[in-house]
Antibody, heavy 121, light 112 residues
Framework: EVQLLESGGGLVQPGGSLRLSCAASGFTLSSYAMTWVRQAPGKGLEWVSTISGSGVNTNYADSVKGRFTLSRDNSKKTLYLQMNSLRPEDTAVYHC??????????????WGQGTMVTVSS | QSVLTQPPSVSGAPGQRVTISCTGSSFNIGAGYDVHWYQQLPGTAPKLLMYGNSNRPSGVPDRFSGSKSGTSASLAITGLQAEDEADYYCQTYDISLNGFWVFGGGTKLTVL
């Protein structure tokens, strides 16, 4: 079964750091671009970051650029989102998602259930 | 405020047809980029409902259809069912300073 499982969320103070992980199973991770999407409580979806299948190319939303770093270890079938200098507005459920095709299409066909990040003092 | 505009809510009775619009600009939909749609049931992760403007992933009923014209896209649902009650999001690529992939603000579909 194709599956994504996020972990690493929790409560952190403003200015703190967290590292989210996304474990992939049932498909060859290196063949697909992967993306993080977040959803603040009661709000809509917000694209956060995308990484190419090889890991060479990454893109970030302006709201997280310079603070978040997306990486992948295809041998471990895991995606990582390092989040630094966290702000209250980063509070959200963070989902990792798989691209439908080997080329970044923006169509995310597999989503994890998400991990909650709460930034509060 | 999202670069893709969706109505906050739509509603319809069982069996009826509803459409959800997604209005963009020349920086995204109007530039020719594909539009994708997601359905999010309460308390669950989003599910890909439509990709490449009008293509349904395996398992999505043909009651759902998508279209695109100019700077807008639409999702149509015919034969509305109670299980269709959910939030729906459109998504595409944006070439402006606003970002890479962008989502619409979402539309809450209520089945009366």
């Amino acid at each position: 079964e194709v599956q994504l499982l996020e972990s690493g969320g929790g409560l952190v103070q403003p200015g703190g750091s967290l590292r989210l992980s996304c474990a992939a199973s049932g498909f060859t991770l290196s063949s697909y671009a992967m993306t993080w999407v977040r959803q603040a409580p009661g709000k809509g979806l917000e694209w956060v970051s995308t990484i190419s299948g090889s890991g060479v190319n990454t893109n970030y939303a302006d709201s997280v650029k310079g603070r978040f770093t997306l990486s992948r270890d295809n041998s471990k079938k895991t995606l990582y989102l390092q989040m630094n200098s966290l702000r209250p507005e980063d509070t959200a459920v963070y989902h990792c998602a798989k691209d439908l095709t080997s080329l970044p299409s923006g169509a995310f066909d597999i989503w994890g259930q998400g991990t909650m990040v709460t930034v509060s003092s | 405020q999202s670069v893709l505009t969706q109505p906050p809510s739509v509603s319809g009775a069982p069996g009826q047809r509803v459409t959800i619009s997604c209005t963009g600009s020349s920086f995204n939909i109007g530039a020719g980029y594909d539009v994708h749609w997601y359905q999010q049931l309460p308390g669950t992760a989003p599910k890909l409902l439509m990709y490449g403007n009008s293509n349904r992933p395996s398992g999505v009923p043909d009651r759902f259809s998508g279209s695109k014209s100019g700077t807008s896209a639409s999702l149509a649902i015919t034969g509305l069912q109670a299980e269709d009650e959910a939030d729906y999001y459109c998504q595409t690529y944006d070439i402006s300073l606003n970002g890479f992939w962008v989502f619409g603000g979402g539309t809450k579909l209520t089945v009366l």
